[in-house]
C-alpha cells in the first residue's frame, strides 16, 4: 500500500468543491424543466450521490456523537429538520395557497404524500398527481428522505464492517430491483411510459445513489482515496458510459435522451450515471486537477450551496417566466432559452434571499446546531476519529 500515492490533502471535513456540483447539478435540472436539454434528469443521481457523500461524512464526522443511539438517532433527525423542513413548508404553503385559486386543484389529494414524504410513490395510487402544478419535482426528496429514515437506523445498529457489506448488497441489487419493477409494472398492463417513469421513481430500486456516496464517504473517512483509484473511477465511467451508448443508441422505440425503457435499459442507466458521480467526487478528493478547476469559481460553489432552496423554487420560478414573456414568443426555441434565462436568475435570486433571511434561522438555531458530546461514539468507524468540520455547505448537512 505504501507506494500508492496517496491524496494531497485531507479527505475529511468540508469540501467546497462538491458545492460546486450541486451547482452543476440544479443547472442541468432548470435546462431540463425548461425544455431546452431532455437529459437533464440525469444530473439527479449526482445530486443523490453527493447527498450520500455528505450525510454520512455527517454521521461519521459530526461532534453529535452521543453514547447511546437514541441520543444520536434525535441528534440526526433534528439536524435533517432543520435543514429540510422550512423551505418545505413553507414551498408547500405557497403552492397550496395558490391551488386555493384554481377550483379544479388537485394538491389537496397530493397532499398527503407529500406531508409524508411518500409522493414518489404517489403514481401507485394515481398518476395523475405527479401532474399536480409546481410539485411534481418534490418526488426526489421523498426518495431522499425515506433513505435518510432508513441510514441512521444502519448506523446505529449494525457493525461498521457490516455496514460497508451492507451498502454495498444495495448498489449491486438495486439494477436487479429496477428491472423486477419494470416487469412487475408491465405484468399489470402500465403502459411503457409510465413504467420507465415508476422505475425512475420507486424506492426500492433507487437507493443505489445514495448508497454509492455513502461507501466514497466512508473511503474518503477511512483516507482511502487516492489518485490511482480516482483516475481508474473515472476511467470505469467512461468505458460504462460509452459501451451503454454503443449498445442502446438506436434501440427501436426508446427515445434517446428521455426516461429510459427497453431492453434493459431501464435497469442499467441509472447505475451508469452513479459511476459517473462516484468518478467526479472522487476525482475532486484525490484533487485531479480537470475537475477540480471546474469547481473553483466562487460564484459556482455559492449557487451550490443555496441549491437546496434552488431546487425547491425553480418550479414557480419558470412559472413566472413563463408568464412573463410576450405571447408572439410562444412556442419557440427562443421561448425555452428565455425561459431558462429569465427562471434561472429568478430561482438564484429566491434560494439567495430564502437562505440567508430564512433558512440561516434555523440552521444556526437550537434544531441546527451540533451538541458535543460528553463520551466519543463508540463505533470502530467513528471512534477516536475528531474532525473540525461537517461535510455539508457551510458547516451544515446537506
Known amino acids: 500500500m505504501d507506494s500508492i500515492p496517496t491524496a494531497p490533502r485531507p479527505q475529511r471535513g468540508f469540501v467546497p468543491e462538491i458545492d460546486a456540483l450541486r451547482c452543476f447539478a440544479l443547472t442541468a435540472i432548470v435546462l431540463l424543466h425548461s425544455n431546452v436539454v431532455a437529459s437533464g434528469w440525469g444530473a439527479l443521481w449526482l445530486f443523490f450521490v453527493i447527498s450520500g457523500f455528505v450525510i454520512t461524512r455527517s454521521i461519521l464526522e459530526h461532534p453529535e456523537r452521543r453514547p447511546t443511539r437514541t441520543a444520536f438517532l434525535l441528534g440526526f433527525v433534528r439536524r435533517r429538520a432543520a435543514r429540510i423542513l422550512p423551505v418545505y413548508v413553507l414551498y408547500l404553503s405557497i403552492v397550496g395557497g395558490l391551488g386555493l385559486l384554481d377550483p379544479g386543484s388537485r394538491f389537496p389529494e397530493a397532499l398527503p404524500f407529500l406531508a409524508t414524504f411518500t409522493y ?55 439494477p436487479l430491483i429496477r428491472w423486477g419493477e419494470s416487469q412487475w409494472l408491465g405484468a399489470l398492463g402500465v403502459p411503457e411510459e409510465m413504467r420507465a417513469l415508476g422505475v425512475f421513481m420507486l424506492s426500492p430500486g433507487q437507493f443505489d445513489g445514495f448508497a454509492a456516496g455513502a461507501l466514497v464517504a466512508i473511503a474518503a473517512h477511512e483516507r482511502a482515496v487516492t489518485p490511482r ?170
Open 120 to 174: 414518489n410513490l404517489a403514481g401507485l395510487h394515481d398518476p395523475a398527481l405527479f401532474k399536480v402544478g409546481g410539485v411534481g419535482h418534490l418526488w426526489s426528496l421523498s426518495l431522499e428522505e425515506q433513505f435518510y429514515l432508513l441510514l441512521p437506523l444502519v448506523f446505529a445498529v449494525v457493525a461498521p464492517r457490516r455496514v460497508v457489506v451492507l451498502l454495498l448488497a444495495v448498489v449491486a441489487l438495486s
Open 229 to 398: 483509484l480516482a483516475w481508474t473511477a473515472v476511467l470505469l465511467a467512461v468505458t460504462a458510459a460509452a459501451l451503454y451508448l454503443v449498445v442502446y443508441w438506436d434501440h427501436a422505440g426508446t427515445p434517446r435522451l428521455g426516461l429510459a425503457i427497453g431492453a434493459g435499459r431501464e435497469a442499467i442507466v441509472y447505475s451508469v450515471l452513479i459511476l459517473a458521480a462516484v468518478a467526479t467526487i472522487l476525482a475532486i478528493l484525490a484533487r485531479l486537477p480537470p475537475i477540480v478547476w471546474m469547481c473553483r469559481p466562487l460564484v459556482v460553489r455559492y449557487i451550490g450551496r443555496i441549491s437546496y432552496g434552488g431546487y425547491v423554487y425553480h418550479a414557480l420560478a419558470l412559472f413566472a417566466a413563463m408568464i412573463a414573456l410576450p405571447g408572439w414568443i410562444a412556442g419557440s426555441p427562443l421561448q425555452r432559452l428565455a425561459v431558462f434565462a429569465i427562471g434561472y436568475t429568478l430561482t438564484i435570486a429566491l434560494a439567495a434571499l430564502s437562505f440567508h433571511l430564512f433558512e440561516r434561522r434555523f440552521l444556526d438555531g437550537p434544531l441546527g446546531r451540533p451538541l458535543r458530546p460528553a463520551v466519543a461514539a463508540p463505533d470502530a468507524i467513528a471512534a477516536g476519529l475528531a474532525a473540525p468540520a461537517v461535510a455539508g455547505s457551510d458547516g451544515r448537512d446537506a
